[in-house]
């Protein structure tokens, strides 16, 4: 994600995808404190509620698959996934705008 002031990248993936990083930061350029747009909330509510109706059908995936791993081990395998390309999506569509 860029910074709104100094139009360089604020943050690397791997960091912003750590603790509360997604939300609030400083440019790593300028220094400027920085939070998340609208858009970052909203993408990271939506990809949430897909993580969490994807629990369901787990079962299902599991007898079609016919994986042998622990169910709660495939949950992890099935939702880590969802919860990733959600991050990816997030991070080159939102930004960030100057914290006052």
């Given at each position: 994600m860029k910074c709104p002031l100094c139009n360089s990248e604020a943050i690397g993936f791997l960091k912003w995808i750590q603790k509360r990083y997604?939300?609030?930061t400083d440019c790593n350029n300028c220094g400027?404190?920085?939070?998340?747009?609208m858009l970052v909330y909203v993408g990271f509510v939506i990809t949430v509620l897909v993580s969490i109706s994807t629990i369901?059908?787990?079962d299902e995936i599991y007898n079609f698959l016919g994986f042998e791993l622990e169910p709660k081990k495939l949950k992890i395998v099935i939702i880590f996934p969802v919860m990733l390309l959600g991050g990816v999506i997030i991070w080159f569509v939102g930004g960030y705008k100057v914290q006052k």
């Open positions: 997604a939300f609030r400027a404190h920085l939070k998340a747009n369901p059908y787990l």
